[in-house]
Protein backbone atom coordinates (compact mmCIF):
# COMPACT_ATOMS: atom_id res chain seq x y z
CA UNK A 1 0.00 0.00 0.00
CA UNK A 2 1.55 3.70 -0.93
CA UNK A 3 0.77 5.99 2.00
CA UNK A 4 0.32 9.53 0.37
CA UNK A 5 0.09 13.27 1.68
CA UNK A 6 -1.16 16.20 0.00
CA UNK A 7 -0.70 19.64 0.68
CA UNK A 8 -0.75 22.91 -0.83
CA UNK A 9 -4.41 23.81 -1.19
CA UNK A 10 -5.68 26.96 -0.12
CA UNK A 11 -8.24 30.67 -1.48
CA UNK A 12 -7.18 32.08 -4.29
CA UNK A 13 -8.88 34.40 -6.93
CA UNK A 14 -9.96 33.79 -10.39
CA UNK A 15 -7.11 33.47 -12.51
CA UNK A 16 -4.83 33.35 -9.79
CA UNK A 17 -2.23 30.12 -9.45
CA UNK A 18 -1.55 27.32 -6.82
CA UNK A 19 1.02 24.18 -6.88
CA UNK A 20 -0.65 21.07 -5.24
CA UNK A 21 2.29 18.60 -3.61
CA UNK A 22 1.90 15.07 -2.90
CA UNK A 23 4.48 13.17 -0.95
CA UNK A 24 4.52 9.33 -1.54
CA UNK A 25 5.76 6.02 1.13
CA UNK A 26 5.80 2.38 0.93
CA UNK A 27 6.67 1.71 -2.67
CA UNK A 28 9.26 2.33 -5.16
CA UNK A 29 7.62 5.88 -6.17
CA UNK A 30 9.31 5.78 -9.28
CA UNK A 31 7.22 2.61 -10.71
CA UNK A 32 4.39 3.81 -9.55
CA UNK A 33 1.66 5.50 -11.66
CA UNK A 34 0.57 8.68 -10.38
CA UNK A 35 -2.63 10.99 -10.68
CA UNK A 36 -4.69 13.80 -9.18
CA UNK A 37 -8.44 13.48 -8.72
CA UNK A 38 -11.00 16.05 -7.45
CA UNK A 39 -14.50 16.52 -5.80
CA UNK A 40 -16.76 19.44 -5.82
CA UNK A 41 -19.83 19.83 -3.72
CA UNK A 42 -22.26 17.05 -4.89
CA UNK A 43 -20.69 16.04 -7.68
CA UNK A 44 -19.02 12.26 -7.81
CA UNK A 45 -14.93 12.44 -7.86
CA UNK A 46 -13.70 13.08 -11.53
CA UNK A 47 -10.18 12.38 -12.55
CA UNK A 48 -8.08 15.52 -13.12
CA UNK A 49 -4.79 14.44 -14.34
CA UNK A 50 -2.13 11.70 -14.45
CA UNK A 51 1.88 10.71 -15.02
CA UNK A 52 3.00 7.49 -15.83
CA UNK A 53 5.92 5.45 -14.71
CA UNK A 54 7.60 7.19 -17.57
CA UNK A 55 7.13 10.50 -17.45
CA UNK A 56 3.56 10.18 -19.80
CA UNK A 57 1.14 13.14 -19.31
CA UNK A 58 -2.68 13.02 -19.58
CA UNK A 59 -5.22 15.61 -18.90
CA UNK A 60 -9.07 15.70 -18.45
CA UNK A 61 -10.06 18.27 -21.51
CA UNK A 62 -11.53 21.36 -19.09
CA UNK A 63 -7.95 21.51 -17.41
CA UNK A 64 -5.79 20.97 -20.44
CA UNK A 65 -3.24 23.76 -21.27
CA UNK A 66 -4.14 25.16 -17.28
CA UNK A 67 -2.63 22.50 -15.18
CA UNK A 68 0.96 20.45 -15.20
CA UNK A 69 1.25 17.47 -13.39
CA UNK A 70 5.39 16.46 -12.87
CA UNK A 71 6.85 14.28 -10.49
CA UNK A 72 10.17 14.24 -8.92
CA UNK A 73 11.61 11.07 -7.86
CA UNK A 74 14.27 11.77 -6.10
CA UNK A 75 11.69 13.48 -3.46
CA UNK A 76 8.46 10.96 -3.73
CA UNK A 77 6.59 13.34 -5.03
CA UNK A 78 4.15 14.24 -7.51
CA UNK A 79 3.05 17.79 -8.23
CA UNK A 80 -0.07 19.74 -9.58
CA UNK A 81 0.76 23.32 -10.70
CA UNK A 82 -2.30 24.97 -11.73
CA UNK A 83 -2.80 28.55 -13.75
CA UNK A 84 -5.19 30.33 -14.94
CA UNK A 85 -8.06 28.87 -12.34
CA UNK A 86 -11.65 29.26 -12.49
CA UNK A 87 -14.31 28.79 -9.74
CA UNK A 88 -15.49 25.62 -11.43
CA UNK A 89 -11.91 24.33 -10.31
CA UNK A 90 -13.10 24.66 -6.34
CA UNK A 91 -13.02 21.08 -4.85
CA UNK A 92 -11.20 18.70 -2.50
CA UNK A 93 -8.10 17.70 -4.22
CA UNK A 94 -6.61 13.85 -3.79
CA UNK A 95 -3.61 12.29 -4.82
CA UNK A 96 -3.96 9.09 -5.93
CA UNK A 97 -1.26 6.25 -7.00
CA UNK A 98 -1.99 2.75 -9.12
CA UNK A 99 1.11 1.26 -7.81
CA UNK A 100 0.54 -2.34 -9.93
CA UNK A 101 -0.66 -0.29 -13.33
CA UNK A 102 -4.26 -1.37 -13.24
CA UNK A 103 -6.30 0.66 -11.12
CA UNK A 104 -5.77 4.24 -8.78
CA UNK A 105 -6.18 2.34 -5.48
CA UNK A 106 -4.55 4.45 -2.70
CA UNK A 107 -5.92 7.60 -2.09
CA UNK A 108 -4.34 10.94 0.09
CA UNK A 109 -6.72 12.70 2.39
CA UNK A 110 -7.39 15.35 0.14
CA UNK A 111 -6.82 19.36 0.27
CA UNK A 112 -9.15 21.95 -0.10
CA UNK A 113 -8.99 24.38 -3.37
CA UNK A 114 -11.46 27.43 -3.24
CA UNK A 115 -11.20 29.60 -5.88
CA UNK A 116 -13.40 32.84 -5.63
CA UNK A 117 -14.84 34.96 -8.37
Known amino acids: QVQLVESGGGLVQAGGSLRLSCTAS????????MGWFRQAPGKEREFVAG???????YYTDSVKGRFTISRDNAKNTVYLQMIGLKPEDTAVYYC???????????WGQGTQVTVSS
Open 96 to 106: AADPIGVAYSD
Open 26 to 33: GRTFSAIT
Open 51 to 57: ISRGGGT
